[in-house]
């Protein structure tokens, strides 16, 4: 049976106006908050009223949404170690989770971990092909598009350019490629992210396939029984109008997608295929090179949503970490590697945690590409898959041969 979509907006002129297409998430969420279908949403608000402070944050007042409303293209809020922090992985309450693709992603990587509850948490994916940096952003802004950073309301970025607004309604466009080729632009993890619409997700939301609507409406699609009585509860209760996606609608969404994919694709063998094709030697010398620039800060692994130990093996005087010693031993970065590369959902925190400016997006990415072609895994997209390398070790105590099928190991793991 094929998915329910619709074309949705809010039916509150406020939020209508406030939210980045037409408001229809702000508004569902504001219903399951009133009629108590849920205790909070997780999601990011823009802190003091800066667009590039964005911040995590559990929203419990219905009321208190209209200030999340809209898209934040250049913060990135780590909202998943945000749930898995500090709201104790959302145990024991019902909230909804609002983010892009890379976020579902890493909640669902967690929930195979039993770090983040499951039956209780609402995912409301939103589609995502890219964000940019604050420090880049302003950079860019200032430099490139001759404009102040602070006089920037929104950003699209759609058919290859980022096109901004300014405050008096002007816009301007830029080829993001020709950006990004100067170092600017979209940051380096997604512009090599393939996954733009998400899926697995309860409901996915974004403006592809809404172009030809009068006014701004957003494109929903519903993957799951909660995320379809969320939505109809939005409908009956009054928060949102919704109208039935003509098939040129589900066309226009389905081939931008596509065009991402494929764009994705080619900046990832453009990254890629050179450090393949270095012999073994070079290529730990490459990295070698890199990791000596460590200062050991801690930064990627306590910002990395997949990195859950309580009782981290990297601490230092711990087992093979010196205190006191920089760069560390290069099982600082391979440890993390072994522990997450299968898992590793490409979200780029660790990168932007780093003071020293690693590429560690790149080399985690790399890894979890070779892995998904040897393991047939793709990272955060099926709560049923067990992550290959963990499974693969409890799997090897339990059987002489070495076949695995990791589609049916999460099961006989929760045994
Ligand atoms: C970084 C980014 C890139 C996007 N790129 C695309 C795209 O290429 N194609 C496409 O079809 N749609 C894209 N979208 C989705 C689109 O911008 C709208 O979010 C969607 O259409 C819903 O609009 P709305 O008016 O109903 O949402 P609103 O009512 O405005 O609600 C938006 C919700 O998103 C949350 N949010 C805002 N910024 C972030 C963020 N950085 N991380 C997590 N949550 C956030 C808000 O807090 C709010 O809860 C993108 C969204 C983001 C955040
Ligand atoms: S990696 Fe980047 S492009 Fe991909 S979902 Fe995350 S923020 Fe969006
Ligand atoms: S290793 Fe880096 S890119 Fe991968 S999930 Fe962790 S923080 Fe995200
Ligand atoms: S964030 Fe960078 S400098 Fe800090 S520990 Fe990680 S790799 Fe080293």
Known sequence: MSNTMYIARSLDEKLREKGENGGAVTSILKCALKTKQIDGVITVKAKNNDRFSGIPVLVTEPDDLDDTAGSLHCSIPNTVRFLKEYLDG???????????????????????????????????????????SPATAREMYQKEFK???????????????????????????????????????????????????????????????????????????????????????????????????SSESIKLRQEKDTTEIDRALAKRAEDFDPIMAMSYSERLAFWVKEFEKCIKCYGCRDACPICYCEDCL??????????????????????????????????????????????????????????????????????????????????????????????????????
């Open 90 to 132: 959302g145990l024991s309450k019902k909230l909804a989770f609002v983010g892009k693709p890379c976020d579902i992603r890493a909640i669902i990587e967690l929930q195979k971990r039993y770090q983040i509850e499951t039956d209780g948490l609402i995912l409301i994916g939103l589609n995502c092909t890219g964000t940019i």
């Open 147 to 245: 404009v102040s950073p602070n006089d920037v309301i929104r950003e699209d970025i759609d058919d290859g350019k980022l096109t901004i607004t300014l405050k008096n309604g002007k816009t301007v466009s830029k080829d993001i490629a020709a950006l990004e080729k100067k170092g600017l632009g979209r940051r380096d993890n997604c512009q090599r992210c393939e996954i733009n619409i998400p899926i697995f997700a309860d409901i996915a939301c974004g403006k592809w396939g809404t172009e030809s609507e009068e006014k701004p409406s957003t494109f929903i699609e519903v993957y799951s029984a909660k995320g379809q009585s969320l939505v109809e509860l939005a409908i009956s209760n009054g928060y949102i109008e919704t109208d039935k996606p």
């Open 314 to 415: 990297l601490e230092a005087n711990r087992h093979f970490l010196e205190a006191g010693v920089i760069p560390p031993n290069a099982l600082f970065p391979l440890t993390r590697l072994a522990h997450v590369g299968d898992s590793c959902v490409n979200c780029g925190q660790c990168q932007d945690a780093c003071p020293m400016e690693l590429p560690l997006s790149l080399l985690f990415s790399l890894q979890n590409a070779r892995l998904s072609e040897v393991f047939g895994y793709t990272s955060g997209t099926d709560i049923e898959q067990g992550p290959p390398l963990n499974t693969a070790m409890v799997e090897e105590m339990q059987i002489d041969d070495v076949f695995l099928d990791v589609s049916t190991l999460t099961k006989k793991l929760k045994k």
